[in-house]
Nanobody, 127 residues
Framework: VQLQASGGGLVEPGGSLRLSCTTS????????IGWFRQTPGQEDEGVSC????????RYADFVEGRFAISKDNSKDTVYLQMNSLKPEDTAVYFC?????????????????????RGKGTLVTVSS
């Protein structure tokens, strides 16, 4: 099982980035893929989730409509389009085969028997 995040970089406040999570070694169908972010000294924070079983999409309450998660089955890849980026979005972003995030409707969790994570990609939002 492998997951690899890519697409991070340096962007000015208000800018956009598209992160990619390329997966291999397992069937993406019937799974959930979560995007998380990590900052020094902090616990991992759930950002977004796609439940591929039923197509559900969820976002953390701090996203406030700025991000969009999607998938490309032909490429076994899940994307996270991030717009209107803020300095507080600066973090290492990684993807995992589970979800756990705080949404505006409360805690959202998806786990279908896999708990793998890949190496992250650094997103820096700064002028």
């Amino acid at each position: 099982v492998q997951l690899q995040a890519s697409g991070g970089g340096l962007v000015e406040p208000g800018g956009s980035l598209r992160l990619s999570c390329t997966t291999s070694g397992f069937d993406l169908d019937g799974r959930a893929i979560g995007w998380f972010r990590q900052t020094p000294g902090q616990e991992d924070e759930g950002v977004s989730c796609i439940d591929i079983r039923d197509g559900s999409l969820r976002y953390a309450d701090f996203v406030e409509g700025r991000f969009a998660i999607s998938k490309d089955n032909s490429k076994d890849t899940v994307y996270l389009q991030m717009n209107s980026l803020k300095p507080e979005d600066t973090a290492v972003y990684f993807c995992a085969t589970r979800c756990g995030l705080m949404t505006s409707n409360g805690w959202y969790n998806r786990y279908y028997g896999m708990n793998d994570r890949g190496k992250g990609t650094l997103v820096t939002v700064s002028s």
